[in-house]
Every structure is written in C-alpha cells, then in structure tokens.
C-alpha cells in the first residue's frame, strides 16, 4: 500500500492559481495511476482528476477540464495538480489517491478507496 503526502493548499483570490502536490512512499510508484479528489463542506468528495503510471493519459471531471492540469515526476514520486482561474466553487479540501493500472474513468469513484490522507485545503475568496 502505497502511503500519500498532500500539500500546496492555501488561500488565494479568484482566478488566481495553485499547485498541489502529492508524495508517494515506495519503490513502485509507476505502477499506480494517482488521481485527485476534492470534497467541499457539506457536500460529498468528488473525483478531480486521474493520470496513468507513465503519465500519458489522463481524465478530468467537467468542471475543471481547460484549467486545472495534473501531472506527476515518477523520479521524485510526486504528482501535481496545477489549478489555474480558480473560482470560489473550487474551495475544499483536496485529497490525492491510487490505483493500481489505470482504470476506466467509472472506476475513479471516491467510494472504491479504502483509506484517506489529511488533504490539504484550497480556500478561493471571491
């Protein structure tokens, strides 16, 4: 099992930007695709992004596609989350996990995850 470091979380402005990042334990990283999720208060977590062990393909929830980019740095065992025109909608607690392959986007359901990190929190005031 893979162990995971959220981190980059703050306060920023609408339409300003972020980057998140998120440090794997292990030997093995390449083989789990790592995904973003994000839960704001009240509501229930939802699935942000996803991309593949190599970093060749990747998946988006509609409402961030065209700003919010993901990538990952297999040598230093992190993945990125870059968040460009945040809008206070945005505003949650940001949460990093891992699959093993890469799965069907019907797959990336926050309920398939076993265990959470402590997130970090993305505040965006309007």
């Known amino acids: 099992q893979v162990q995971l470091n959220e981190s980059g979380g703050g306060l920023v402005q609408a339409g300003g930007s972020l980057r998140l990042s998120c440090a794997a334990s292990?030997?093995?990283?390449?083989?789990?695709?790592m995904g973003w999720f994000r839960q704001a208060p009240g509501k229930e977590r939802e699935f942000v992004a996803a991309?593949?062990?190599?970093?060749?393909?990747?998946y988006y929830a509609d409402s961030v596609l065209g700003r919010f980019t993901i990538s990952r740095d297999n040598a230093k065992n992190t993945v990125y989350l870059q968040m460009n025109s945040l809008k206070p909608e945005d505003t949650a607690a940001y949460y990093c996990?891992?699959?093993?392959?890469?799965?069907?986007?019907?797959?990336?359901?926050?309920?398939?995850?076993?265990?959470w990190g402590q997130g970090t929190q993305v505040t965006v005031s309007s």
């Open positions: 996990n891992a699959k093993l392959n890469f799965p069907p986007r019907s797959s990336w359901g926050p309920t398939t995850f076993a265990s």
């Open positions: 292990g030997r093995t990283f390449t083989i789990y695709a």
């Open positions: 991309i593949s062990g190599g970093g060749g393909r990747t």
